[in-house]
């Protein structure tokens, strides 16, 4: 499967627990995006890179999430001390030219 | 601040209707309009817009842009329930993020 992956698929975690999701995007795309989405919204756009510069990061992210993406190939997005309003599918995407194919997600809950 | 909108939030129709769903935009520096379906799952790329005036077609569907009148329409014919799902516009501006709309949830009914 050449597709965009990420793991894990689900995560379940308990409130104030740090958590960390990987996506191996497609292999020639040098651009990755994350995404947040909730129950009848579009995809909130996180962060993006170019390679493995992360060239935005959205105003309105706390300083709990992070993102890297050391070779510019795979990416990792961590969560510190979750909170409830965290719980949300989180999608990354990545690209060559414009368009942008997404990976299935990871499905969080805070409980 | 650059926003898209869309329009109607929900739609319910039968087999065989066609629906027109839209998309509105303020963008600075607009450089590309884009359509997705989402199932379950991941949105899925339909068509991708840069140029007023030329349709883009697959199938039952087919796009086009204003970009005079800064909107996009996505047209589906002869629905099926296959087609139900949410479809998403996203547009990119001078820096090649993708800036997504709350989507359009269609429902086909049998």
């Known amino acids: 499967d050449t597709g965009v992956s990420q793991d894990p698929r689900h995560k379940i975690t308990k409130r104030g627990q740090n958590v960390t999701f990987r996506c191996d995007p497609i292999s020639e795309h040098n651009r990755l995006y994350w995404y947040r989405q909730t129950l009848g919204q579009g995809p909130e756009f996180l962060t993006y890179?170019?390679?493995?510069?992360?060239?935005?990061k959205s105003r309105l992210l706390s300083d709990r999430f992070s993102a890297e993406r050391p070779k510019g190939s795979f990416s990792t997005l961590e969560i510190q001390r979750t909170e409830q309003g965290d719980s949300a599918m989180y999608l990354c995407a990545s690209s060559l030219l414009v368009e942008a194919f997404f990976g299935q997600g990871t499905r969080l809950t805070v409980v | 601040e650059d926003k898209v909108v869309q329009s109607p939030l929900s739609l319910v129709v039968h087999e065989g209707d066609t629906v027109t769903l839209n998309c509105s935009y303020e963008?600075?520096?607009?450089?590309?309009l884009l359509w997705y379906k989402q199932e379950k799952k991941a949105p899925t790329f339909l068509f991708m817009l840069t140029s007023s005036g030329i349709e883009k077609k697959s199938g039952r569907l087919s796009s086009i842009l204003d970009k005079k009148e800064l909107f996009s329409i996505l047209n589906i014919t002869a629905t099926q329930t296959g087609d139900s799902a949410v479809y998403l516009c996203a547009f990119t501006g001078a820096n090649s993020k993708l800036t997504f709309g709350k989507g359009i949830t269609l429902s086909v009914r049998p």
């Open positions: 963008v600075t520096n607009f450089r590309s």
């Open positions: 890179f170019q390679n493995e510069a992360q060239l935005e």
